[in-house]
């Protein structure tokens, strides 16, 4: 799905004017500002009701447009850069002066991405600023994959929304930090971590939650649903009767499962639409929810299931 042109052109002069828009991308839409623009980055702050102290990804058009918010990139994010960009990886790097504190939320780094979405290549390619973007959802909520679910929630909060279809990937992105130089996973997400070690050649370590964030996605509790949900092991033998069961793959009830077709790239795609639809009934029973094999994209699958399930 292509937007016309006058919404391409709004949507430049909405950022421009200091304004929020809705951003497709592959991973979920964005809720996306001028990252150079202060003022505007905290409108994002104040309209997903986000905590200061958890900061955000700024997208970018172009690999080399990297310069213009980060520096001192090490050798190994530059080889993952040429090998998974455009696409569901965030690099944190050490961010350049140019980068507002408020969108690091005071930290030195900066968490950046190329998106792999037509749309938003077209409108970040035609900025003369990159853009902040985190999930165009309220804090903690489930993050949204359709135009529809920006509109839902964030109608007043926004100038427009543009559509750019369903996203194809469905979770957002791996994001990956260099601490001494090496790859640690911060958090899990489009990007398996077996194809950063094939590309890095060693194991990447995994350093996920934190109640004092270093990248987004590190909070844990997140991705939440009003429904309460339990979860249940992969494999494991499903709950007595009378218990509402999502399993991950049921072959002879597909739609009602986690994944249509028993892949991991199938549930998701559907784990953030399916976890909005149980808050049509959001005081009914509990929802037992199977998790998804625990390798590539069912890890991040897990750690979104894990956050949506958490109680604080």
């Given at each position: 799905m292509q937007p016309k042109p006058s919404e391409l052109i709004a949507a430049r002069a909405a950022l421009r004017?200091?304004?929020?828009?809705?951003?497709?991308?592959?991973?979920?839409?964005?809720?996306?500002?001028?990252?150079?623009?202060?003022?505007?980055?905290?409108?994002?702050?104040?309209?997903?009701?986000r905590p200061y102290f958890d900061p955000l990804i700024v997208h970018i058009g172009r690999s080399s447009d990297v310069h213009l918010?980060?520096?001192?990139?090490?050798?190994?994010?530059?080889?993952?850069?040429?090998?998974?960009?455009?696409?569901?990886?965030?690099?944190?790097?050490?961010?350049?002066?140019?980068?507002?504190?408020?969108?690091?939320?005071?930290?030195?780094?900066?968490?950046?991405?190329?998106?792999?979405?037509p749309v938003a290549l077209e409108l970040l390619q035609s900025l003369d600023f990159p853009l902040a973007a985190p999930s165009a959802n309220p804090f903690g909520y489930v993050s949204p994959t359709t135009r529809q679910h920006v509109l839902d929630q964030l109608t007043d909060?926004?100038?427009?929304?543009?559509?750019?279809?369903?996203?194809?990937?469905?979770?957002?992105?791996?994001?990956v930090g260099f601490p001494k130089g090496r790859a640690t996973v911060l958090r899990l997400g489009g990007l398996s971590v077996e194809d950063l070690e094939a590309?890095?050649?060693?194991?990447?370590?995994?350093?996920?939650?934190?109640?004092?964030?270093?990248?987004?996605?590190?909070?844990?509790?997140?991705?939440a649903p009003a429904r309460a949900i339990r979860l249940v092991e992969h494999g494991a033998v499903r709950p007595e009767n009378g218990v509402t069961f999502l399993p991950f793959f049921n072959e002879e009830q597909p739609t009602f499962s986690l994944s249509e077709d028993g892949?991991?790239?199938?549930?998701?795609?559907?784990?953030?639409?399916l976890l909005r639809q149980l808050d049509h009934s959001p005081d009914g029973p509990e929802v037992w929810i199977e998790k998804a094999p625990e390798s590539g994209l069912g890890r991040a699958i897990n750690d979104r299931l894990t956050r949506a399930a958490h109680r604080a």
């Open positions: 004017a200091g304004r929020l828009i809705g951003l497709p991308t592959e991973t979920v839409y964005g809720l996306a500002a001028n990252a150079f623009d202060p003022v505007a980055v905290a409108r994002i702050f104040e309209a997903k009701r918010v980060a520096r001192e990139i090490p050798e190994d994010a530059h080889a993952l850069m040429k090998a998974f960009w455009p696409g569901p990886l965030t690099l944190v790097l050490q961010k350049q002066l140019a980068v507002p504190d408020l969108v690091t939320s005071g930290m030195d780094t900066v968490a950046v991405r190329l998106p792999q979405h909060e926004v100038a427009l929304v543009l559509d750019g279809g369903p996203c194809t990937v469905g979770v957002e992105s791996t994001i590309c890095l050649g060693y194991t990447v370590p995994t350093q996920l939650s934190s109640s004092q964030p270093h990248s987004p996605g590190q909070l844990a509790s997140h991705y892949t991991t790239a199938s549930a998701a795609t559907r784990l953030f639409g």
